[in-house]
C-alpha cells in the first residue's frame, strides 16, 4: 500500500523560501524507475506539474519554475524535499506529493494535498 | 514545451448519458498520456494511463482512447459521484504538463 504525505508551513511570507517535505511508504526510491514527483493547485485553477525525481537521482523541473526550484531525496528517511525560493502571493495553492511508478511518468498515487499560502 | 488543450473547459449531462472529453497535445505524444479525476475538495485520482488503460479500481463505464495528438476520455453512461473535474497530463517527455481541466456537471 502506496501512501504520501506533505509537510510544511501553511503560511509564508512573500520573498520567503518555502520548503515542503513529502515523507513516503509502501516503494523505495532505490527501486529502478521509481519517481517521486510535485504538483501544485492554485485555489480553483488547473493542476500545474512543478518537479520530479528520480531513483537514480535524475531531476526534472518545470522551466518557468526551473531557477526557484530545488527537489531533493533522503532515500534512508523515505522522504523527498521540496524547495521553492522568493514566493509570492501567486505561489498561494495546494501542493500534492506524488509517485511515478517504473512504467511512465504518469501518477498513480497522491497525497492529501496540503494548503500554502503567501501572504504578508 | 507540450501543450495541452482540453475541451470542453465545462460540460453538464444527464445521468446515464455517455460523455467525451478532447485532449489535444501541441506535438506528437504517441501513447503517453493520462487522465485524471478530481472530485470536489480531493487530491486527483489516476483513471486511465498509456492513453487507454484502466488504472485497478476504476469502473469500466470509463475508456480512454487516441494517439498522436488527438485523445479522448470517454464515460459510458454518466453516474451521479462522476461529479468532477478531469485533466489530461502529457508524460511523453518533461515537463509533463496537465490541461487546463474541464469540469462536469449534473444536469
Known amino acids: 500500500q502506496i501512501t504520501l504525505k506533505e509537510s510544511g508551513p501553511t503560511l509564508v511570507k512573500p520573498t520567503q523560501t518555502l520548503t515542503l517535505s513529502c515523507t513516503f511508504s509502501?516503494?523505495?526510491?532505490?527501486?529502478?524507475?521509481?519517481?517521486v514527483g510535485w504538483i501544485r493547485q492554485p485555489p480553483g485553477k488547473a493542476l500545474e506539474w512543478l518537479a520530479l525525481?528520480?531513483?537514480?537521482?535524475?531531476?526534472r523541473y518545470s522551466p518557468s519554475l526551473k531557477s526557484r526550484l530545488t527537489i531533493t531525496k533522503d532515500t534512508s528517511k523515505n522522504q523527498v524535499v521540496l524547495t521553492m525560493t522568493n514566493m509570492d502571493p501567486v505561489d498561494t495553492a495546494t501542493y500534492y506529493c506524488?509517485?511515478?511508478?517504473?512504467?511512465?511518468?504518469?501518477?498513480?498515487?497522491w497525497g492529501q494535498g496540503t494548503l500554502v499560502t503567501v501572504s504578508s | 514545451d507540450i501543450q495541452m488543450t482540453q475541451s470542453p473547459s465545462s460540460l453538464s449531462a444527464s445521468v446515464g448519458d455517455r460523455v467525451t472529453i478532447t485532449c489535444r497535445a501541441s506535438?506528437?505524444?504517441?501513447?503517453?498520456l493520462a487522465w485524471y479525476q478530481q472530485r470536489p475538495g480531493k487530491a486527483p485520482n489516476l483513471l486511465i494511463y498509456?492513453?487507454?488503460t484502466l488504472q485497478s479500481g476504476v469502473p469500466s463505464r470509463f475508456s480512454g482512447s487516441g494517439s498522436g495528438t488527438d485523445f479522448t476520455l470517454t464515460i459510458s453512461s454518466l453516474q451521479p459521484e462522476d461529479v468532477a473535474s478531469y485533466y489530461c497530463?502529457?508524460?511523453?517527455?518533461?515537463?509533463?504538463?496537465f490541461g487546463q481541466g474541464t469540469k462536469l456537471e449534473i444536469k
Open positions: 497530463q502529457n508524460y511523453n517527455s518533461a515537463p509533463y504538463t
Open positions: 506535438q506528437g505524444i504517441s501513447n503517453n
Open positions: 509502501g516503494f523505495s526510491l532505490r527501486n529502478n524507475g521509481m519517481g
Open positions: 525525481i528520480f531513483w537514480d537521482d535524475n531531476k
Open positions: 506524488t509517485h511515478r511508478p517504473p512504467d511512465g511518468s504518469y501518477l498513480d498515487y
Open positions: 498509456a492513453a487507454s
